[in-house]
């Protein structure tokens, strides 16, 4: 079975400062790691993934996460956050024999103060 | 359409009332996937189909709980004889490819 945990509940940053938000994951098997964020009212949007290949990862908005295999975590990074970055982000796994089934993380709210 | 439409939006239900809650997938998204995410959570899964086929429903919570998609488009989560603890958000995902599933905006069930 596979787990997730995000480390931080809530992250309070100013904008333009740089912010990270931490996941940890555990499983007996491979698995492919995601990022997800869901704006207030909004559904789920995929923010990037890792498959295979090269174990940095990012997106098209400055985000960049990075798997660590012997560490057991992806992180999500970005230098400088702006305001229209407050949301909630969802951390999620996948084995790679369930069809595409997510297990995520609790979640982080991150919140950018002007 | 252009992504995943649940309806309701919205649903108040009393105790023991039956629900049903509806998922119209992006045409042509082969697999469709059910979460529940109750407030303050991450979404957790409850079933996957792969066209009309039912692969997994092992995060079904209890018989109450019933999913369908009959002719492997549109899918319908019902739940039976609803308790308080089943008040959360339902959140339908649908995908072509594997590992690139969108969500619908999800259905939010207050059980009162």
């Known amino acids: 079975a596979q787990s997730v945990t995000q480390l931080d509940s809530q992250v309070p940053v100013f904008e333009e400062a740089p912010v990270e938000l931490r996941c940890n994951y555990s499983?007996?098997?491979?698995?492919?790691l995601f990022w997800y964020v869901q704006y207030p009212n909004q559904g789920l949007q995929l923010l990037l993934k890792?498959?295979?290949?090269?174990?940095l990862v990012e997106s098209i908005n400055g985000f960049e996460a990075e798997f660590n295999k012997s560490q057991t975590s992806f992180h999500l990074r970005k230098p400088s956050v702006h305001i229209s970055d407050t949301a909630e982000y969802f951390c999620?796994?996948?084995?790679?024999?369930?069809?595409?089934?997510?297990?995520f993380g609790q979640g982080t709210e991150l919140s950018v103060k002007p | 359409g252009a992504g995943v439409s649940q309806s309701p939006r919205y649903k108040v239900a009393k105790r023991g009332q039956d629900v049903a809650l509806r998922c119209d997938p992006i045409?042509?998204?082969?697999?469709l996937f059910w979460y529940q995410q109750a407030l303050g959570q991450g979404p957790e899964f409850l079933t996957y189909?792969?066209?009309?086929?039912?692969?997994?429903k092992s995060g079904l919570p209890s018989d109450r709980f019933f999913a369908e998609r009959p002719e492997g488009s549109v899918s319908t989560l019902k739940i039976q004889r609803t308790q308080q603890e089943d008040s959360a958000v339902y959140l339908c995902?649908?995908?072509?490819?594997?590992?690139?599933?969108?969500f619908g905006q999800g259905t939010r069930l207050t059980v009162v």
């Open positions: 189909f792969q066209n009309e086929a039912q692969l997994d």
């Open positions: 045409s042509g998204h082969v697999s």
């Open positions: 890792y498959l295979s290949g090269s174990t």
């Open positions: 999620a796994v996948s084995a790679g024999n369930q069809g595409g089934k997510l297990i």
């Open positions: 499983s007996s098997v491979s698995v492919y």
């Open positions: 995902a649908s995908s072509k490819a594997i590992y690139e599933a969108f």
